[in-house]
């Protein structure tokens, strides 16, 4: 079944460390994204890629990074920079920049220990 | 710069009732929308989406209205249901340019649906 899967489920991280979270599609869609959840403030853009080997800075880059060397994988790294990183975290993938529909994936609950 | 807004963090409604969800936008490009339904700890997916040359889209229970000159859409539920409880997403899209298919969302409404 094609889809769209972040891993791990849940991530504990310690103040200091960077982190990458995991975010796979096999649904050969061209664009990806990334966004954060908090409560009350509804989904924010932190990263977008609408082609292998490009990415553009959403709304909230500050303090996070990621790479796209394949059209499948678009992984996100936390970096020891994001002041307040616990929030849950949504990776979404788009058919092609003239689609509108996002397909995402489960999520990835980020908690700072 | 909020450029969609949910005025209403939250609703309440009886089961079998209408749930009438309200999303207002600021962004006059903004030329397509679309409604995601989430549950706790899942990504959300899509419900329903209206382009701006319509001001109606209906599918089951889920009809969206769009009036463009108040930048205001709503997406009405009938008959409510106890599995529609939810948080309910707007989100719109501006063609062309850059920007052309990223989406930007509402801050949410949690729909509870009592039986």
């Known amino acids: 079944d094609g889809g769209i899967t972040q891993s791990p489920k849940y991530l504990f991280r310690k103040e200091g460390q960077n982190v990458t979270l995991s975010c796979e599609q096999n649904?050969?869609?061209?664009?990806m994204y990334w966004y954060r959840q908090d409560p009350g403030q509804g989904l924010r853009l932190i990263y977008y890629s609408q082609i292998v080997n490009d990415f553009q800075k959403g709304d909230i880059a500050e303090g996070y990074s990621v790479s796209r060397e394949k059209k499948e994988s678009f992984p996100l790294t936390v970096t020891s920079a994001q002041k307040n990183p616990t929030a849950f975290y949504l990776c979404?993938?788009?058919?092609?920049?003239?689609?509108?529909?996002?397909?995402f994936g489960s999520g990835t609950r980020l908690t700072v220990v | 710069d909020q450029q969609v807004k949910q005025n209403s963090p939250s609703l309440s409604v009886q089961e079998g009732r209408i749930s009438i969800l309200n999303c207002d936008y600021t962004n006059s490009m903004f030329d397509y929308f679309l409604w995601y339904k989430k549950y706790p700890a899942e990504g959300p997916t899509f419900l329903i989406s209206i382009s701006s040359i319509k001001d109606k889209n209906e599918d089951g229970r889920f009809t969206v209205f769009l009036n463009k000159s108040a930048k205001h859409l709503s997406l009405h539920i009938v008959p409510s249901q106890p599995g529609d409880s939810a948080v309910y997403f707007c989100a719109a899209s501006v063609a062309g340019g850059t920007s052309y298919g990223k989406l930007t969302f509402g801050q949410g409404t949690i729909l509870t649906v009592h039986p």
């Open positions: 979404a993938s788009q058919p092609s920049t003239g689609s509108y529909g996002y397909t």
């Open positions: 649904l050969n869609h061209d664009a």
